[in-house]
């Protein structure tokens, strides 16, 4: 059974940075491609990037390119995404997503 679980969430300050983290089981992680979402309070879900198979981030959001950063490590069956120069607007739970699966999501909070 897919299992994709997240970590690293939490409360930064603004400009601050975290690191989240995804592990995934119960499927042959290096042959998908994965994806990062969030969804804020009132909001929708929204994808924010999503990393291919060869570790390569081909698509970010607009809110968040420059500053965001997906990767992976398929050794680890494990993707991240690094979050620099966070703002209070990058508050939001934090889902990965992949063949067919949503994670439970890890909550970040960017506020002073």
């Known amino acids: 059974q897919v299992h994709l679980v997240e970590s690293g969430g939490g409360l930064v300050q603004p400009g601050g940075s975290l690191r989240l983290s995804c592990a995934a089981s119960g499927f042959t992680f290096s042959n998908y491609a994965l994806g990062w979402y969030r969804q804020a309070p009132g909001k929708e879900r929204e994808l924010v990037a999503v990393?291919?198979?060869?570790?390569?981030?081909?698509y970010s959001a607009d809110s968040v390119k420059g500053r965001f950063t997906a990767s992976r490590d398929n050794s680890k069956q494990t993707i991240y995404l690094q979050m620099n120069s966070l703002k209070p607007e990058d508050t939001a739970v934090y889902y990965c997503?992949?063949?067919?699966?949503w994670g439970q999501g890890t909550q970040v909070n960017v506020s002073s």
């Open positions: 997503y992949g063949r067919d699966f």
């Open positions: 990393i291919n198979t060869f570790g390569d981030m081909t």
